[in-house]
């Protein structure tokens, strides 16, 4: 098997005195899709904002691309190619499209990793190629969510953390970010992704964990995780 990508293990963390994440693990490789799944308040987006260096009062250890990064700062975590999509996509509304693209643009890593450029983006988003010239404030929730996967390419990333891409969003657009997903597996882009949509994550992911009151109880295949009816009742459903 080969080495992980990003490796989490022993984390915790906390907002102000209340403890979020109870040494929580897990371990994503290149091209790899993992998912995160738990219900609303379970940890999912801690986690990730852990991981980014953005939450504050956090213990454990975090390696990603062979770099430590368990005490770095956000913006040096980002430069080693690691992205973030928040869950309230943070793009700039007053600003086209192509705007919003050339703000995230990174040069790639190494010489082998092709490098995402606007019109590769507008295959992968046709949607995003209409609406080029467009301010990010006149498109819809489903296309701001596209803009902000879009702009995070920009910055040629080897791990992209998604948080909830499939809240809010239309049918249509949640199977487009499906496909958009599997591409970026071809690609050797690896992602993590925080969901509560079963459905649509059994579609992209290769192995999921559990997340219940910040701590993993379940770890292993999508498949797997698809089959254990007593899983899903107890710690996905509403």
């Known amino acids: 098997m080969s080495e992980a990508l990003l490796a989490v ?15 929580l693990g897990f371990e994503v490789r290149a091209g790899e899709v993992v998912a995160l799944m738990g219900r609303n308040g379970a940890g999912k987006s801690t986690t990730l904002k852990s991981i980014m260096g953005l939450i504050e009062r956090r213990t454990g250890a975090i390696a990603f691309a062979g770099a430590d990064i368990s005490h770095a ?3 040096d975590i980002a430069r080693l190619g690691l992205g973030f999509v928040p869950e309230d996509r943070r793009i700039f509304t007053d600003l086209t499209v192509l705007e919003n693209l050339e703000v ?8 082998t ?8 983006l507008f295959e992968l988003f046709p949607n995003l190629a209409e609406a080029r010239h467009r301010v990010g404030g006149r498109l819809s929730g ?5 803009l902000s996967v879009a702009r995070t390419l920009m910055g040629n990333p080897l791990l992209i953390l998604l948080d909830e891409p499939s809240e809010g969003v239309a049918p249509i657009i949640v199977d487009a ?15 993590v992704l925080s969901e509560q949509n079963l459905p649509f994550a059994e579609l992209v992911s290769d192995r999921a964990y559990v997340i219940e009151k910040g701590e993993v109880r379940f770890s292993g295949t999508m498949h797997e995780l698809s089959g254990n009816e ?3 009742r107890a710690y996905l459903e509403v």
């Open 104 to 111: 995230g643009s990174q040069p790639a890593r190494d010489r």
């Open 73 to 75: 700062r956000t913006y």
């Open 142 to 146: 489903g296309e701001q969510q596209m």
């Open 230 to 232: 007593d899983l899903r």
């Open 113 to 120: 990793q092709q490098v995402w450029t606007p019109e590769r």
């Open 177 to 191: 970010m499906a496909d958009m997903m599997i591409a970026l597996k071809q690609t050797g882009v690896a992602i």
């Open 9 to 23: 293990s022993g984390l915790n963390a906390y907002y102000g005195a209340a403890h979020i994440l109870f040494d």
